[in-house]
């Protein structure tokens, strides 16, 4: 691999030619603010659902970039896809449109089941969708919002006045006021909160940074019908759990979580999975009156819709469809959840299709992700008694079962450590 052109012209760039983990960590701590903490390894090249770190050692990414790899690492149709546009015409600004943006939107709206006169406001992040949302709740004439207890909505001021978590907010207040959160999963405590003085209700359809948590059966048809009520906005927040992540398009259109019903938000934010790894994010506006509450010169972002993004958006969508990875998420998510049960240390498994957690009965959660980076496998501790698995949707069940036959060793191995 290393004598190809795109690791030479990557090697060109970097001006280093043998260095190792240890040498670009320190460089790291030179040079790049600390807000992540140290990194556990150094990456340097990935192929479908493998990557490689800087001494070549190989593992199974049950990651994904933080639930963003859809289609793995280095996809050839996603490659080709973004070179040739790159090529073509990679930036336009938005005071010129560009087909691919077009495209992208209309597939969205399909995909989303969105009515005619709805609408996408593209951007580049997770946080910056949510930003879009904040906004267009504004347009109401309301100020007052609800989300919930363990919230993430992301990190600039407006998505952290919606995130609840208070060692990611204190430091920074005061927020953007009048966000309340209201206990999760509690459709009494929700519908409580709403009252004709609330612009907007904000819920993640499965918490993710929480820790995995879906929605319990009837609340996302409790928070429609309220928000309905009290002529309130409903948005949902799939910047995790959208683009076919759980085995649906949009979690929102799993029967597990909105029981049967067909229940469509006022908006719904999207990020992470769309682009298969180039950054883009997406604020859908369901119907013309919310689609039109936000007008010309009332929000804007340089980079939003640009070409490439949405080559790349396009290019995972169809990816996804042609390849039926909606059905092999739902199948290979399953296989996963019933073949770590029956340990002593897994309590059970949360979650839907590939965004799952394995709760464990011990604190434990960070030593079992270590020994599993040393055996080769990439998970996440996302809370102390529970460990996040968010891999490329082309995961197989090949793949899965190897990581089934290592998790005993790393669980018992954090059991005796404890
Ligand atoms: C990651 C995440 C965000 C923030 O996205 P960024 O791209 O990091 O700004 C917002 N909401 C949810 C549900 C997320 O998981």
């Known amino acids: 691999m290393s004598t190809d052109l795109s690791a030479q012209q990557t090697t060109s760039l970097v001006g280093a030619t043998q260095a190792g983990s240890a040498e670009w960590l320190e460089r790291y701590g030179h040079s790049v603010m600390g807000t992540y903490g140290t990194p556990s390894r150094v990456l340097v090249r990935g192929e479908g659902a493998h990557v490689w770190d800087a001494e070549s050692n190989r593992y199974l990414d049950l990651l994904g970039g933080l639930a963003v790899n859809s289609l793995g690492h280095a996809h050839p149709f996603l490659v080709s896809a973004v070179t040739a546009q790159l090529a073509t015409l990679g930036h336009v600004s938005n005071l010129f449109a560009h087909p691919l943006q077009i495209a992208l939107a209309e597939r969205l709206l399909e995909l989303a089941q969105a009515p005619e006169g709805s609408a996408v406001f593209f951007c580049n992040s997770g946080g910056e969708a949510n930003e879009a949302a904040f906004k267009l709740t504004r347009r109401t004439g309301r100020t007052r ?38 206990p999760w999963g509690d459709a009494e405590a929700l519908a409580a909160a709403v009252d004709d003085t609330t612009a907007a209700v904000f819920l993640e359809p499965i918490q993710g940074e929480a820790g ?37 398009w949009f979690a929102h259109q799993l029967p597990a979580l909105n029981g049967g019903e067909d229940i469509r938000p006022d908006a719904m934010t999207v990020a992470k999975g769309l682009g298969g790894g180039i950054p883009i994010g997406a604020m859908i506006a369901f119907g013309p009156e919310n689609a039109r509450r936000l007008s010309a010169g009332q929000h804007a972002t340089t980079f939003g819709g640009n070409p490439i993004a949405a080559a790349a958006g396009l290019a995972t969508l169809h990816v996804i469809e042609r390849d039926g990875l909606r059905e092999n998420v739902a199948a290979v998510g399953d296989r996963i959840a019933e073949g770590v049960a029956g340990h002593a240390l897994v309590a059970g498994v949360r979650g839907h299709g590939l965004l799952r957690a394995i709760e464990l009965t011990q604190p434990v959660s960070a030593a079992v992700t270590a020994n599993l980076l040393e055996a080769g496998f990439i998970v996440n501790a996302v809370a102390p008694d529970a460990i996040r698995l968010a891999p490329p949707l082309i995961l197989t069940a090949d793949q899965a079962d190897t990581f089934i036959a290592a998790l005993p060793a790393a669980l018992d191995l954090a059991a005796q450590e404890n």
């Open 212 to 248: 995995v948590r879906p929605a319990p059966a009837g609340y996302l048809a409790t928070a429609r019908r309220v928000t309905r009520a009290h002529g309130a906005l409903l948005i949902f927040d799939e910047v995790q759990t959208g683009v076919a992540r759980t085995g649906a």
């Open 145 to 182: 919002i609800v989300a919930a207890t363990g919230a993430f909505h992301g990190r600039t001021m407006g998505s952290l006045a919606l995130t609840h978590k208070a060692a990611y907010r204190e430091p920074f207040q005061p927020l953007p006021p009048e966000v309340v959160h209201v």
